[in-house]
């Protein structure tokens, strides 16, 4: 049965995922061995008093003697190493076998899927989400988190809970509050005499704009934005934020050709081709243009924060909400995490995964991460956490992190993937070349926009078949 749900067509549909899991998995710094071992040792004890999984632990019994497979991309080494130390400081008798999946991931998985061999664990992006559990690749884990004494869904941001969710069921646990805020260079404000956003405001849409205008120096390749304008997290919550929607209400079609959403996209396609203030497509600087001092504003998760401290940047910087739109601030999300593979059920390990696999949501693991700049705790319990709200400068406005989640969206879901999502398939490959005219091509969006809309919903209407 799953060698059917498993097509060609699926692994087609996937191919884009890549995409943004690499953005993600390119950006994430390293965490020192030596860290992860200094921190088991403290976090042992914290992690017996804080849990349930402790109590629940000394009621039942530990586990029988038996292994787990976790599987990652090569990238993932850091979080399940803390993952595998804390739920094995918990559970002794548990060996955890580690899988590091090379090459394409998603192809990977549905191969070993189809075979039956996928890992008990496998961490994913909220990228993948829609496809590995429409093929039956992940295991929904709505039914072990009811049935655990304490369900960490009740401690988790909802938007956050979201990303991990497709069609009612949860294939994913985010590991941190990923949001994207925005980053700015308050050295290259100050000297061109550009107002610094109000942290919990952000500048607005115009604002925005005239900054990285104003900001922009050709001639010694600076720029205002370093945009990422075609990940949906950007471009969607605009449209939102300018009172449009991605699709209709049954999901039926697709409306970015609204009169909304071609003004929201617009706006942002006027930051390159109008205002000249964004990093031109293609540039190459050697390296992040935020921190190289080549770009002003950044917008991305927590854990810039650490590449930007790592570096050494000589310019002082800091966060605030990104811009707001007219008729509603909002932003996006994106993040990862581990999930239970649909194979662990048929091998009767899922219960054991299950206690694997939410130990990235542990106090003690949330504030590892945490104390390290990566991340935002994802437990709402953490919210002022000392483990990051007490950390050092900068970032100064701390609290642009408690909003963020506030006014977060989860990306749009269609009816069903036949079609992709705004992440893979022919919905995403429609809105990749959209942008690609807009921004390098610099065609408006009025003309550009209607073209992708009948692409996607002429999908739609066939049911994803061509």
Not at 401 to 418: G, V, W
Request: net charge neutral; proline share 7%.
């Amino acid at each position: 049965m799953l060698e059917k749900r498993l097509s060609r067509r699926m692994f087609l549909r996937s191919a884009g995922v890549a995409g943004m899991a690499a953005l993600i998995a390119a950006c994430q710094p390293k965490v020192v061995e030596k860290v992860v071992k200094e921190t088991v040792v403290v976090e042992k004890e914290k992690i017996v008093k804080e849990t349930v999984v402790v109590k629940e632990t000394a009621k039942a019994g530990p586990l029988p003697k038996m292994k787990l497979r976790f599987g990652y991309g090569g990238w993932a080494k850091d979080y399940a190493d803390i993952m595998i130390a804390n739920f094995q400081a918990i559970e002794p008798n548990v060996d955890v076998e580690i899988e590091v999946i090379a090459g394409d991931l998603i192809q990977v998985l549905y191969t070993q899927a189809a075979a039956g061999t996928t890992g008990d664990v496998q961490w994913i992006a909220d990228a993948h989400v829609a496809n590995l559990g429409d093929a039956g690749v992940m295991l929904d884990m709505t039914p072990l988190a009811e049935a655990d004494p304490e369900d960490i869904r009740k401690d988790i941001y909802p938007v956050m809970l979201g990303l991990g969710m497709w069609q009612g069921k949860w294939y994913m646990i985010p590991w941190a509050c990923d949001a994207p805020v925005m980053y700015y260079n308050k050295t290259m404000l100050e000297k061109n005499g550009v107002p610094l956003p109000d942290p919990l405001k952000g500048y607005t849409v115009q604002e925005f704009q005239e900054a990285c205008g104003k900001v922009t120096n050709e001639k010694e390749q600076i720029y205002g934005w370093n945009g990422a304008e075609s990940w949906w997290a950007i471009y969607v919550p605009w449209v939102v934020g300018f009172g449009g929607q991605f699709y209709n209400a049954d999901k039926t079609k697709c409306l970015m050709d609204s009169p909304e959403a071609i003004e929201a996209c617009q706006a942002l396609a006027d930051i390159y081709c109008k205002y000249k203030g964004a990093v031109p497509k293609g540039a190459n600087f050697g390296g992040d243009p935020f921190i190289l001092g080549r770009a002003c504003f950044y917008l991305m998760n927590r854990f810039h924060c650490k590449n930007i401290r790592t570096a050494n940047v000589e310019f002082e910087w800091d966060v605030a909400l990104p811009p707001r739109q007219p008729k509603k601030h909002t932003a996006g999300a994106g993040t990862m995490g581990p999930g239970v593979s649909a194979a662990a059920e048929k091998r009767g390990t899922h219960v054991a995964a299950w206690k694997l696999a939410k130990t990235i949501a542990l106090p003690a693991t949330q504030k590892h991460f945490a104390r390290q700049y990566l991340s935002i705790p994802v437990l709402m319990s953490l919210a002022k956490d000392p483990s990051w709200y007490e950390l050092p400068a900068p970032p100064a406005n701390r609290d642009v992190f408690l909003e963020i989640p506030k006014i977060a969206i989860t990306p749009p879901q269609p009816k069903d993937s036949s079609c992709g999502t705004v992440y893979v398939g022919e919905t995403a490959k429609a809105m990749n070349d959209a942008w690609d005219k807009m921004v390098v091509g610099c065609q408006p969006a009025k003309e550009v926009l209607p073209e992708a809309v009948k692409i996607i919903n002429d999908c739609i209407a066939a049911g994803g078949k061509k």
